[in-house]
């Protein structure tokens, strides 16, 4: 299970962590992702961290502004997002695959249930 959490409102160029806390599997088995998705878009990928933590991956849109990382003794990931934009507004997913550096929605066997971030301009 996974569980997001961290959303919420905030400034255009301010910034927001994000938190997604996993239980009932061994999280380190596990490269873990962040997902966003609008209405009527497709989920897009943001950013991954692979099993260990030693790689990380980013959307080209996000890269430089945001960072993920992981506690594998904690069981969490985290999406610290800077120098927010109006466009960073979605419902904001973490999942967990079993293979590392995968992109796509679909490699993604569990999701949390999302988090609402709002940025005002």
């Known amino acids: 299970q996974l569980v997001e959490s961290g959303g919420g409102l905030v400034q255009a160029g301010g910034s927001l962590r994000l938190s997604c806390a996993a239980s009932?599997?061994?999280?380190?088995?596990?490269?873990m992702g962040w997902f966003r998705q609008t209405p009527g878009e497709e989920r897009e990928f943001v950013s991954g961290?692979?099993?260990?933590?030693?790689?990380?991956y980013y959307a080209d849109n996000v890269k430089g502004r945001f960072a993920i990382s992981r506690d594998n003794a904690m069981n969490t990931v985290y999406l610290q997002m800077n120098r927010v934009k109006p466009e960073d507004r979605a419902v904001y997913y973490c999942?967990?695959?079993?293979?590392?550096?995968?992109?796509?929605?679909?490699?993604?066997?569990?999701w949390g249930q999302g988090t609402r971030v709002l940025v005002s301009s």
């Open positions: 999942a967990a695959t079993l293979s590392d550096g995968r992109i796509e929605a679909e490699a993604y066997d569990y």
């Open positions: 961290i692979s099993r260990k933590g030693d790689t990380t």
């Open positions: 009932g599997r061994a999280f380190s088995n596990y490269a």
